[in-house]
């Protein structure tokens, strides 16, 4: 199993499923599709009604509610940073714009949000007595974080400006050319040019794809529940994809990985 007590500044580290408007009913839902339970903590009241879903006993993402009636429900990726004040000076500097300054989370970690220059959101966690997520890559778990743009020069230069990221380019045949993201040898992420690939009214989002062992399953409970099949199934080289949105409105991308790249997941 891919447990984890710490990752590497630059790692994605944390996802969240932002502004649900029923918790309930979000558990129930999870729970169908990635066998998660998503209890109370004893500082959810504190935390504004936040809870951490969990799988196994492991923590794997996070849950908040809806604050106001303006907020979309989504998933969000975190980024784990050394400092977050020095990291959104550097997003300040590359031309993103802050969202949520950072702020101390119980002692926690500290938290930000930030806009980059493309237009999607990017969340940061600098470590308290937090780390992130304690599974991923397995069934259930988080499992890549890709963020889909219409500028991908823009991208390339404001993340590597944030947090040293280079990009790998991949030849995927009549899909066109997907982006790695780097740091040194280690992947980090993927970034795709959704112009051409996705509605013209998709916004530039970080799209987070969770591991399954069954994507056509994934599919069909998504759609059972009320949610909605967007892309896919589809076969790719790591595996078998499919994005979907469940009822609450959140989008979210599922994989069934080959067996290669679960042996190779880190």
Known sequence: ???RTSYEPGTPSWVELSGTPDIEASERFYRDLLGWEIPEQPNSAQLGGYRRAQLNGKDVAGVSPKMDDSQPCVWATYVSVEDAGETLDK???AGGQVIVDAMDVMGLGKMAVFTDPTGAVCGI???????GA??????GSFGWNELGTRD???AREFYGKVFGWTVEEQDMGEMGTYNLWKDGEAIRGGMMDLTGM????????WLVYFTVPDADAAAETTKAAGGQLLNGPIDIPPGRLAILQDPQGAFFAVMAPTDETRENAP
């Not at 966690?125 to 780390?131: D, L, N, R």
């Not at 304690?134 to 069934?139: L, P, R, T």
């Open 198 to 205: 996705a509605p013209e009214e998709t916004p530039p989002h």
């Open 125 to 131: 966690w600098e470590p308290g007595t937090f780390a």
């Open 91 to 93: 997003v300040r500097d």
């Open 152 to 154: 991908v020069p823009a």
């Open 1 to 3: 199993m891919s447990e």
């Open 134 to 139: 304690e599974i991923v890559n397995e069934d």
